[in-house]
T-cell receptor, first 114, second 116 residues
Framework: DTEVTQTPKHLVMGMTNKKSLKCEQH?????MYWYKQKAKKPPELMFV???????INESVPSRFSPECPNSSLLNLHLHALQPEDSALYLC?????????????FGSGTRLTVV | AQTVTQSQPEMSVQEAETVTLSCTYD???????LFWYKQPPSRQMILVIR??????QNATENRFSVNFQKAAKSFSLKISDSQLGDAAMYFC?????????????FGEGTQLTVNP
C-alpha cells in the first residue's frame, strides 16, 4: 500500500461546529504532517508528528487540534473555525530520517466554513 | 531561513515539445534535498523528481530531468516530449536532512499548460 487516504474529501461546517479530518497510511512511515493550502498557493505546514509525538507546531490557532493515536493514523480536530480557515487540508507522510525520499501526500479535504 | 523562488507563475508548451521550469533557493546549509512536485486539478501532490545536494549528478526520471547548479542555488526542471497529462501546477521544494520529520519549503508554483 503506497497511499495516504484522507477522509472526508469535502466538508462544509458552520462556525460553531466540531468536526474532524482523518488521515491514514500503511507504509510504515513514522512522520506525518498536516498542511493547509489556499487556492493557487503552495501548501503551508501546520503540524509535524514524529513517532506519534508532536514535533512541530507552526503557531497554528488552538481551534485546530491535531492528534496521532497510532503510527498509521493522524487526525485534525476542528472547532469554532472562521471563514478564512476554508482551504484544502493536505496530509502527508514520510520516513523520519529519510524524508529526502519525499513525502507521500493524500488528495486532501476541501473544507468550507460557513 | 530557507526560501524557494519560482519566477514563472505560468508557462505553456506545445504537446511533444520541451519546457523548462525555473527554481532558485536560498540556504546556508550544505546538505539538503530538492524536489519537484506536481499538483493536477485532482489536488493530489505527486513527487516528480528529487535531488540530493551532495550528489553532483543531475536526477532523471523518464521524461523529467533537472539541472542542479549548487553554487548558483538553481534547480530547474526540464520536461521532454510534453504530454497533455503533464498540465498541472508544479512546485519546487526544499528540505533539510532532519531526524524528527522534515518540513518542506515550497516555492509559489508554476502553472503549466500543455497545448494540443
Amino acid at each position: 500500500d503506497t497511499e495516504v487516504t484522507q477522509t472526508p474529501k469535502h466538508l462544509v461546517m458552520g462556525m460553531t461546529n466540531k468536526k474532524s479530518l482523518k488521515c491514514e497510511q500503511h507504509m510504515g512511515h513514522r512522520a506525518m504532517y498536516w498542511y493547509k493550502q489556499k487556492a493557487k498557493k503552495p501548501p503551508e505546514l501546520m503540524f509535524v508528528y514524529s513517532y506519534e509525538k508532536l514535533s512541530i507546531n507552526e503557531s497554528v490557532p488552538s481551534r485546530f487540534s491535531p492528534e496521532c493515536p497510532n503510527s498509521s493514523l493522524l487526525n485534525l480536530h476542528l472547532h469554532a473555525l472562521q471563514p478564512e480557515d476554508s482551504a484544502l487540508y493536505l496530509c502527508a507522510s514520510s520516513q523520519v530520517t529519510g524524508a529526502g525520499y519525499g513525502y507521500t501526500f493524500g488528495s486532501g479535504t476541501r473544507l468550507t466554513v460557513v | 531561513a530557507q526560501t524557494v523562488t519560482q519566477s514563472q507563475p505560468e508557462m505553456s508548451v506545445q504537446e511533444a515539445e520541451t519546457v523548462t521550469l525555473s527554481c532558485t533557493y536560498d540556504t546556508s546549509e550544505s546538505d539538503y534535498y530538492l524536489f519537484w512536485y506536481k499538483q493536477p486539478p485532482s489536488r493530489q501532490m505527486i513527487l516528480v523528481i528529487r535531488q540530493e545536494a551532495y550528489k553532483q549528478q543531475n536526477a532523471t526520471e523518464n521524461r523529467f530531468s533537472v539541472n542542479f547548479q549548487k553554487a548558483a542555488k538553481s534547480f530547474s526542471l526540464k520536461i521532454s516530449d510534453s504530454q497533455l497529462g503533464d498540465a498541472a501546477m508544479y512546485f519546487c521544494a526544499y528540505s533539510l536532512k532532519e531526524t524528527s520529520g522534515s518540513r518542506l519549503t515550497f516555492g509559489e508554483g508554476t502553472q503549466l499548460t500543455v497545448n494540443p
